[in-house]
């Protein structure tokens, strides 16, 4: 693993480590501009993070593990406010409910059809 620099950047695998998001994941996040790096070396292409990154990357962990979509992952991170954040899970939140009461449906349906 690369070391931070003397700047106190991390390189992507000391994120990787830290945040529990793989290095992996942390490239296509990169590429799907969700999640870009604090800084990109011009000759070898590594990938640096700022200390102040290492939060946002934990939040978006966490968001991911709730099966937050990637797509409102991009809009958070492009405005990481409270607000937008309350937004964001209200919004989740309402979508996980619909899927519950579709599952719960089709339990329902299930559990007839084997009762007959």
């Given at each position: 693993m690369r070391?931070?620099?003397?700047d106190g950047r991390l390189s992507i695998g000391q994120l990787a480590s830290i945040s529990q998001i793989s290095v992996k994941t942390l490239r296509y996040y990169d590429e799907e501009d969700i999640f870009k790096p604090a800084h990109i070396d011009e000759q070898s292409r590594y990938r640096y993070y700022?200390?102040?990154q290492?939060?946002?990357a934990r939040m978006l962990q966490n968001l991911r593990f709730a099966q937050v979509p990637l797509e409102d992952l991009r809009e958070f991170m492009r405005d990481p406010t409270p607000e937008h954040q309350?937004?964001?899970?209200?919004?989740?939140i309402e979508r996980l409910r619909t899927e519950v009461h579709h599952l719960n449906r089709g339990i329902r349906s299930l559990a007839r059809r084997r009762d007959y």
């Open positions: 070391q931070a620099g003397n700022s200390p102040a290492v939060e946002q309350t937004r964001l899970f209200n919004r989740h």
